[in-house]
């Protein structure tokens, strides 16, 4: 166990790196967003139970917590970087690595996330999604310009199966939009 406690705190330390390649001098840390990723996909899915969803919430909330700590290998590989780097197949294995072969369970939950294999898996990506676009807000409310394609995943949660509980969270986020 050491040795994924010690890997996941590497995420302490890792810069977003879409942020900071945008300008951003001092972007969120991987474990600060997978922070707030976690946290909304909470409020998120007890939101949905409330609703009559059949949703596990400690399953998502696991998802949530192991959806990057691939990256305390490979890094926080920008958009720019996946046309170079298969992406998938380095946080594969790198989650392998970290995991080991007595841990399939949490590497299964990864997959889930990677694949969006089960309603948990599709949530914590929404909440993914969501956590970037908030993020964007708060750089541009402190006067950082030219994010406007973080703003483009707010067509992902509008097409999600989850857009007609979330619509006027969505709608919401949307007039937070500066530009």
Not at 63 to 92: F, G, N, W
Not at 118 to 124: D, N, P, Q, T
Not at 136 to 155: I, P, Q, R, S, T
């Amino acid at each position: 166990m050491l040795k994924i406690f010690l890997e996941g705190g590497k995420l302490k330390k890792l810069p977003r790196m879409g942020w900071l390649l945008r300008g951003i001098p001092k972007p969120e840390s991987v474990a600060d967003h997978a922070f707030c990723v976690t946290l909304i996909t909470l409020f998120l899915a007890d939101e949905l139970r409330k609703k009559g969803i059949n949703i596990n919430v400690e399953r998502a909330l696991k998802i949530a917590i192991l959806h990057d700590l691939a990256e305390a290998r490979i890094t926080d590989l920008p958009l720019d970087a996946q046309i170079y780097i298969d992406k998938k197949k380095a946080e594969k294995k790198s989650m392998i690595d970290i995991l080991g072969a007595e841990k399939v369970e949490y590497f299964e939950l990864f997959q889930d996330y990677e694949e969006e294999r089960s309603i948990e898996g599709k949530l914590v990506k929404f909440a993914d999604k969501l956590e970037m676009v908030l993020q964007a807000w708060e750089y541009e409310k402190a006067g950082f310009k030219g994010l406007e394609e973080f703003w483009n995943a707010v067509d992902y949660l509008k097409q999600s199966e989850f857009y007609e509980y979330f619509k006027t969270l969505i709608e919401e986020i949307e007039e937070l939009k500066t530009y």
